[in-house]
C-alpha cells in the first residue's frame, strides 16, 4: 500500500481541500478568505444524484457518495468538485467505523464518469457514544479520525492512551522521561526545534486544551516483526488560524507491551 499517496489523497477528500490552481498574492487571499466547501451525500435512493453520481453508485458497492464544491468568499462556486465514496457505518464493540475512498472524474460532459483514484481505503473512526455511533462529518467538529491499517481494537487502544496522556502535564512528562527520543541516555539530544514543540505540548496539556483537540488522522507505519509503528496526527489549538498545523505524535508498541512516545513534531496541515 501506498500509504503517503493514500494520506494526501483522502485528505483532499475530508478536508474538501482542493489543488490551488493558481498561487494567490497575499492582499488578494487576505480580501477573501477560503469559504467552507458545501458538501453533501448523496445515496441510491436519492432524487437530487447526479447522474455521474448515480453511474458510480450502480456499479459499485459503496453505500453513497459525499460530493464536495469548493467555493471562494464572495463569488459562485469555484475549483474541483470532490467525491468521496463511502460505505455505511457499523459497529465493532464499542468503534464505529466507516470505509473511504477519494473518486477522480474521467472524461467531460455527459461522457464523464467516476473511477477510483487508487485502490487504498481509509477508514473512519470514533468511539461509540451512549447514543451510539455518530453520523460521519457531524457539526461541529469531524467526531470520526481517518485511520489507515488500523484495526478497531489498535484505534480503541491509541486514543485511550492518548487521552491518558492529553489529560495532564505529569503524565506527559512520564511518558517523555520513559520513553522518547532525548529519554534514553544512549538516545541523541533532540534539536532546539524539536525542543520547542515538545515544550508547547506540554504547556497545552497543562492548560487543558490537548483534551478536546481534535484528532483527525492516524497512520500505520512500517514495522519490523512484532513492533507495532503509528503516527497520530492532532489539531494545535494555539495555531492561527486554527488548525493550520498538527502536532505528530510518533508511537511504538511491541506485541502484547504498552505504548511508547518515540518521537513528536508539528507539520502544516
Not at 491518558?164 to 529519554?183: I, M, N, P, R
Request: charge should be positive; hydrophobic fraction near 45%.
Amino acid at each position: 500500500m501506498n500509504i503517503a499517496l493514500s494520506v494526501a489523497a483522502l485528505l483532499l477528500a475530508w478536508t474538501g481541500a482542493a489543488p490551488a490552481q493558481t498561487a494567490p498574492s497575499a492582499a488578494a487571499a487576505a480580501a477573501q478568505p477560503a469559504a467552507p466547501p458545501v458538501c453533501q451525500s448523496f445515496t441510491r435512493s436519492s432524487a437530487a444524484a447526479p447522474q455521474i453520481v448515480r453511474g458510480w453508485l450502480a456499479r459499485s458497492g459503496d453505500d453513497h457518495v459525499r460530493v464536495c464544491s469548493p467555493q471562494a468568499a464572495g463569488s459562485d462556486t469555484s475549483g474541483a468538485t470532490l467525491y468521496t465514496g463511502e460505505s455505511a457505518v457499523s459497529r465493532s464493540r464499542s468503534v464505529c467505523s466507516y470505509s473511504s475512498h477519494l473518486l477522480t472524474r474521467i472524461g467531460n460532459g455527459a461522457g464523464s464518469r467516476l473511477q477510483r483514484f487508487e485502490s487504498a481505503e481509509g477508514t473512519g473512526m470514533a468511539i461509540a457514544g451512549n447514543g451510539g455511533c455518530p453520523a460521519p462529518h457531524s457539526a461541529p467538529a469531524e467526531l470520526y479520525t481517518m485511520t489507515y491499517d488500523l484495526s478497531p481494537a489498535a484505534f480503541e487502544s491509541i486514543m485511550a492512551f492518548w487521552a491518558t496522556v492529553a489529560a495532564s502535564a505529569a503524565a506527559f512528562d512520564h511518558e517523555l522521561a520513559c520513553c522518547t527520543v532525548g529519554g534514553s541516555a544512549a538516545a541523541a539530544p533532540p534539536s532546539a526545534a524539536a525542543s520547542a514543540t515538545v515544550a508547547r505540548l506540554r504547556a497545552a496539556i497543562a492548560a487543558g486544551r490537548m483534551q478536546p483537540a481534535a484528532v483527525p488522522r492516524i497512520v500505520r507505519l512500517a514495522g519490523r516483526g512484532v513492533r507495532h509503528r503509528y503516527a497520530l496526527f492532532i489539531a494545535d489549538p494555539d495555531s492561527r488560524p486554527l488548525g493550520a498545523t498538527v502536532y505528530v505524535i510518533y508511537l511504538s508498541k511491541w506485541l502484547a507491551g504498552p505504548w511508547r512516545i518515540s518521537a513528536i513534531t508539528d507539520v502544516a496541515s
